[in-house]
């Protein structure tokens, strides 16, 4: 996954943060800022939204934000297309989105201010805070020593519980921060949320088989398969609750999707990817007519 290509941009993996890749041109080795990466993609990756013969005139413009499962920089990386790239396809849209940013970071950078402020995007798609719970150094923070679990099969019994209602907390707050923030930069904004999909660790993943390991879980332990369910599942209640109380806010249930189809433990494979954007399109038709 991490050996160098013809590509004009290598990705190369945080282990200690999930979703997050330092980005690194191919030729020199020199790391990459956003702004350095976007430019080698040349006029393709140009700000105003691209459109195509195919596309409506009357097709919502989207602007999408967020982490890798938004962006893998998959033209010039070789990744595979995220969902977002496939839903570029079918309709205008710009990518602000960086593979080298945290929740965190996007929080503080509100890239999405200008944009939208812009007036041009009906459709706001946001995607982040997996690296607070799969995998790194998040999913390290959470978990128990397995024998602290006493064998139970409820995996809640593996995960400390105090920390995952803060990390929760964070994250809501966070959700409710940003679609407040995208309602005052641009009034007539929908926002368009996801929760991921059920990850399966592998044996010596970095980002979730090791921090398994580390804990006295072996990759394929039924018990670690049930910690990431109820880690996902956790997250997606918590995205739904920010769903029912703001009313410009969708959010886009994609657990059980994509199944076997992972590139990698946390991101889909083109076809996997391909079935995440039917899911959008559906909701975003539904938009249409609301």
Known sequence: MDKPSENAVRLVPDPENAFVFRAYDAKTGRELSQEEAQALAGPSRAPEPRTGRSMAASSPRLCGEGDSWINLLSDLSGYPKTFFDILGKSFPSRNIAFPGDTFEEVLAKKQYKQVLQ????????FSG????????????????????????????DYIKKATLNDVMAKLETG????????????????MLTHGYDYAIPRKNGRWLGRPFREKGYSHDDPIARAIIVHLVDRFNDVLKAVDDDITHVRHVD??????????????????GAAAVAKLFEAEIARLLVS
């Open 254 to 271: 994609v657990r059980g999707t994509i199944k076997t189809r992972w590139h990698d433990e946390l991101h889909p494979k083109a076809t």
């Open 118 to 125: 812009s007036g041009l995007y009906r459709v706001f798609i």
């Open 175 to 190: 959700y409710r921060q940003v679609a407040h923030e995208a309602r005052l930069f641009e009034p007539s904004i929908r």
């Open 129 to 156: 805070g997996g690296n607070d719970l799969l995998g790194g150094g998040g999913l390290t923070d959470l978990l128990k020593e397995k024998p602290q679990g006493h064998g139970s099969a409820d995996p809640a």
